[in-house]
């Protein structure tokens, strides 16, 4: 009579222990919170806030624009005539307002 030997109760405890620790940082690398997933988002959320900034970038410099063409040192009389109509709702005397 041949008699077969069941695999040890601890041998199979620590492979079952084993693949689920495997199992749970596998999770862990894809879905975590330093995960691949959370590195694309992170990636994603930076390219959205660089393109924000460019466009921020260029207000700033409009902004420096029109404040340097109001300075003392520099007017431009066309944009203090646009803001002052814009602003302050004036006219000349030779134009005919039609509301």
Known sequence: ?????????????????????????????VQGDYGVFRRGEILAQKYALQEELAQLDIEVTQMENLTHRLSDSYLDLDLLDQQARDVLGLIRSDEIVIQ
Request: no cysteine; glycine share 10%; hydrophobic share 55%.
């Open 1 to 29: 009579m041949i008699r077969r030997s069941r695999p040890a109760m601890g041998t199979l405890l620590y492979f079952s222990g084993a693949i689920l620790l495997g199992l749970y940082f596998t999770f862990a690398a």
